[in-house]
């Protein structure tokens, strides 16, 4: 998945009718969104699932860090939960990716 425009907005809020309805408002504007730990813990896949109705890709900004097997199990886990997303990703030892699923 590459969207046709590179640029996504980053969603930085904790408050979710927010992040819904910016989303909704940048439609054919940007490429997609981004949404980043504080968002997720706060209101998980249902949160996450709440932005992706807007229909633009999501970028999940975890910040995956940890040994490959740890971080791998952990984007498996949000493969079960989300849909359409781009996650970034470190292991020990080697360098930071945004993987597309």
Do not use: W
Request: net charge negative.
């Amino acid at each position: 998945m590459t969207p046709d425009n590179p640029v996504f907005c980053a969603l930085d809020t904790t408050d979710l009718g927010r992040a819904e309805t910016l989303a909704r408002s940048l439609q054919g504007s940007v490429g997609g969104v981004k949404i980043g730990m504080e968002f997720f813990n706060a209101h998980g896949p249902a949160g996450y699932r709440a932005v992706a109705a807007a229909g633009l890709p999501i970028f999940l900004d975890l910040k995956l860090h940890d040994i490959p097997n740890t971080v791998a199990g952990g984007i498996r886990a949000q493969e079960s939960n989300t849909v359409n997303f781009m996650v970034t990703a470190s292991s020990a030892g080697s360098g930071m990716a945004i993987i597309y699923p």
